[in-house]
């Protein structure tokens, strides 16, 4: 069975599911706050997202200067930020395993078909990206 959103019960599979993120030296109350921080060059603002609310650093994120190469960078920083939100969480990596091999969709209203898909447009980089540390998980028990 597919995976078609990251809501309801598979809610922690959005980026926006309140657990704690180390990234890149800093503390995260979410993965969203990582990936928002992560689009400063500077240390000093992206500090002050270690512990916005992933609303709040989404709204922050869209109000910053971003950093020149963004566009090249984000798809490594969002593996690297989800990465680090199933290893340093366990509880979610046992999940995510769960999922057996559900295809991850995030279906979305708002328009997202970077990230995800809205109105059966995307490309669903976040569900790929899920799927490949699924994958990369399954192969390490291997």
Same mark, same amino acid.
């Given at each position: 069975?597919?995976?078609?959103?990251?809501?309801?019960? *598979?809610?922690? =599979?959005? +980026?926006?599911?309140?657990?704690?993120?180390? *990234?890149?030296?800093?503390?995260?109350?979410?993965?969203? @706050?990582?990936?928002? @921080?992560?689009?400063?060059?500077?240390?000093?603002i992206?500090?002050?997202?270690? *512990?916005?609310? $992933?609303?709040? $650093?989404?709204k922050? /994120?869209? $109000?910053?200067?971003i950093?020149?190469?963004?566009?090249?960078?984000?798809?490594?920083?969002?593996?690297?930020?989800?990465?680090?939100?199933?290893?340093? +969480?366990?509880?979610?990596?046992?999940?995510?395993? @769960? &999922? /057996?091999? $559900?295809?991850?969709?995030?279906?979305n209203?708002?328009?997202? &078909? *970077?990230?995800?898909?809205?109105?059966?447009?995307?490309?669903?980089?976040l569900?790929?990206?899920?799927?490949?540390?699924?994958?990369?998980?399954?192969?390490a =028990?291997?």
């Open positions: 069975m597919d995976i078609l959103e990251f809501q309801k019960e *598979y809610r922690w =599979l959005s +980026n926006f599911w309140p657990c704690f993120v180390t *990234y890149d030296g800093l503390n995260f109350s979410s993965s969203e @706050a990582a990936y928002q @921080a992560s689009k400063s060059e500077s240390a000093e992206r500090k002050e997202f270690e *512990y916005l609310s $992933a609303k709040g $650093a989404k922050k /994120g869209q $109000a910053i200067e950093r020149p190469d963004w566009d090249e960078v984000k798809d490594k920083v969002m593996y690297e930020i989800c990465r680090s939100k199933f290893d340093q +969480n366990p509880e979610l990596k046992e999940k995510l395993l @769960a &999922t /057996g091999e $559900a295809k991850l969709v995030e279906g209203d708002w328009g997202d &078909t *970077y990230w995800g898909i809205c109105n059966g447009e995307g490309e669903n980089r569900g790929e990206i899920l799927m490949r540390i699924r994958s990369e998980y399954r192969e =028990l291997k």
